[in-house]
């Protein structure tokens, strides 16, 4: 016999679930308001993240981070550590035959924000795409650029 008792945990759990997400989404203002022009997307994507200057990455200080958000003109991304700069190399590769090499983008920093629990949202402007064949220091990143695909492994299914 069904009774309605039973699906009260449940509805507390998506209450809840749903007044976190409708406190933390950044991609609808609230009515009214218009912050942004540009509109952003919610993506998690391994990111590669490097300090540069001139264009050329500090390899040892590169990390992996994960994208919060995307839009037309820059990221967002999480990361368990501020990031110096304000000049960035950021790279990309997911596992699709049309990104067959990663891609590699240019940016400054816009902002690091501490948002607690030991994490960090970093806002960057992305204004260059950068090709391995035009910058040979790039060249040093692509194998860096491996971590970011999934295992190939029976298990990570």
Known sequence: ???FQERVPVQSVQARLRRIGDLTVPNI????ESTREIQRHNRSIPTLLCPSKNGVADVSRCTIAITKDIGDEGIGLLLTHPVSGPEVLVGYLLPDPEMNRPWFFRGTIQHNTPIGGGFWVVGI???EFFSAQRHSSLIDL???TQKLLPP????AR
Not at 29 to 32: A, D, E, L, N
Not at 152 to 155: A, L, V, Y
Request: aromatic residues 6%; glycine residues 6%.
């Open 1 to 3: 016999m069904y009774t």
């Open 29 to 32: 203002p609230p009515c009214g």
């Open 125 to 127: 402007a992305l204004q």
């Open 142 to 144: 692509e194998p860096l």
């Open 152 to 155: 190939q492994t029976p298990e």
